[in-house]
């Protein structure tokens, strides 16, 4: 009678196992902690006043000609951008002069993350800082980023997003 | 007596030899040179003349022009020039600007003497740097010297006058974008009963799909106009002038340009007031 042989893992299968098992963690542990991109969300109807909206001095508010169905928008802004992680606030400048017919909502965009989202910007107002998105803080550490303002444009009589939004690029300072 | 008649003789000769050169070219160590100084907006330009000490033939006349055509009068205010030529006795010694033909001239004469020497600093003007100028930059000012000498010798010099400045304003962007309804309709075209097709088919825009950015700012700034299309069947293209866009446009101070949205494509399904896409400017830098 021969003896029944036992069936037991070789050495390179348990070796195999182990290896996977290990690249499973890590994979595992990545996607836990790795932060996906915060994505651009632009809403589509316009939201609340911004509250740290201030009139531009001096603005005569008088209107361009707009075409039928379409818009008209003067953008005045500066390129450089301040964003202080203490405050979580960015210090910047942007103005929505009298003179356009359409509302604006900016965005401050890194790396397709949106870090700052005003509220609505009517013609005639302006910012000079804003503060950051829940958690965006968390993702910027001190130094310099390059980044963009994302424009977008709502129909000021009935809140409706507009086809054409603006892009332009920044440069971001981030401190302590 | 005749060796001292010889020697008399040879001495004169020598010495004319050596008066003569310098009597004649007495003019070619004379050089013309600028100098500017710079505080606030504010550059004063000095017209030099260096060499003239203890000229063996003086200067009796001198006109010298600086040469302003160049200059972006917009950016770069020109005071009146003015004479630093210390001689009360001379027949004319005064200093004017023709912004027309964008000259700076001084004119000095004597009839009887010759400019006093020594005499450097001969001409002072002032560029004043408008407040409003936000970049900085550097313009050349060709300067010209005519030069009348005691003993009838006509000379030029010439030099060049680098002036640079800097930005008085803060830089700013500024642009005004116009955009059309962006409302296109298409059309399958004309059926062809040989060949049992529609031909023809196109997207027309009834003069709407049209977005226009114009410079406002103090900076001058490009931009790129970009569609992205909802729907995968359908793309557009942006054109400048007739000619397909494919790079930033350069918007200098105060230039508008306008572009014209061509969509392509045959819809997948039958629709009404749908959005097909979005539009994108990028406002760039320089």
């Known amino acids: 009678m021969e003896k029944e042989k036992k069936k037991s893992i070789p050495l390179w299968g348990a070796v195999l196992l182990v290896v996977v098992a290990a690249i499973a963690v890590c994979v595992a542990v990545w996607a836990v902690f790795s932060q996906p991109a915060r994505p651009v969300l632009a809403p589509d109807q316009a939201p609340a006043q911004e509250p740290a909206a201030e009139s531009i001095p001096g603005d005569s508010g008088e209107k361009l000609e707009s075409p039928e169905g379409g818009g008209s928008v003067s953008l005045t802004y500066s390129r450089d951008v301040t964003i202080d992680l203490s405050d979580e606030t960015a210090m910047l400048y942007f103005a929505n002069p009298g003179r356009s017919n359409q509302d604006m909502v900016l965005q401050v965009v890194i790396r397709d993350n949106v870090i700052v989202q005003s509220g609505t910007l009517a013609p005639g107002n302006q910012v000079q800082s804003l503060t950051l998105l829940q958690d965006a803080a968390d993702m910027l550490s001190p130094g310099s980023y390059e980044g963009n303002f994302t424009v977008l444009y709502y129909d000021p009589d009935t809140g409706e997003k507009a086809m054409v939004n603006t892009e332009i690029p920044l440069t971001i300072t981030v401190q302590e | 007596m005749k060796h001292r008649n010889y020697w008399a003789l040879f001495l004169t000769v020598v010495l004319l030899a050596a008066w003569f050169p310098s009597a004649c070219f007495a003019e070619d160590h004379l050089q013309l040179d600028t100098r500017t100084e710079t505080e606030g907006n504010r550059i004063t330009v000095t017209v030099q003349l260096w060499d003239y000490i203890d000229p063996q033939d003086g200067i009796q006349g001198l006109q010298i022009d600086v040469d302003t055509s160049s200059l972006d009068q917009t950016q770069l205010h020109v005071e009146e020039p003015q004479s630093l030529i210390e001689d009360t006795t001379a027949y004319t010694n005064t200093a004017v600007w023709n912004p027309e033909r964008g000259i700076l001239r001084l004119n000095y004469l004597r009839f009887e003497g010759q400019l006093p020497a ?169």
């Open chain 2, 118 to 286: 020594p005499t450097r600093d001969v001409m002072t003007f002032v560029l004043q740097v408008d407040p409003n100028v936000a970049q900085g930059g550097t313009v050349t000012l060709p300067v010209t010297a005519k030069l009348q000498m005691v003993s009838g010798l006509q000379t030029t010099l010439r030099t060049d006058c680098q002036v640079t400045y800097d930005a008085q304003a803060e830089g700013y962007v500024s642009v005004t974008i116009t955009w059309g309804a962006l409302d296109y309709t298409y059309s399958d075209g004309v059926w062809n009963p040989d060949t049992y097709l529609y031909e023809g088919e196109s997207w027309s825009d009834n003069n709407t799909g049209f977005v226009t950015v114009e410079n406002e700012g103090n900076l001058p700034t490009t931009a790129q106009v970009m569609f992205t299309s909802s729907l995968s069947e359908i793309a557009g293209s942006f054109y400048v002038d007739g000619s397909l866009l494919q790079e930033p446009i350069y918007l200098g101070l105060g230039e508008s340009r306008t572009a014209n949205l061509v969509l392509e494509g045959k819809p997948g399904q039958t629709f009404q007031q749908t959005t097909l896409g979005t539009v994108t400017i990028q406002i760039g830098e320089e």
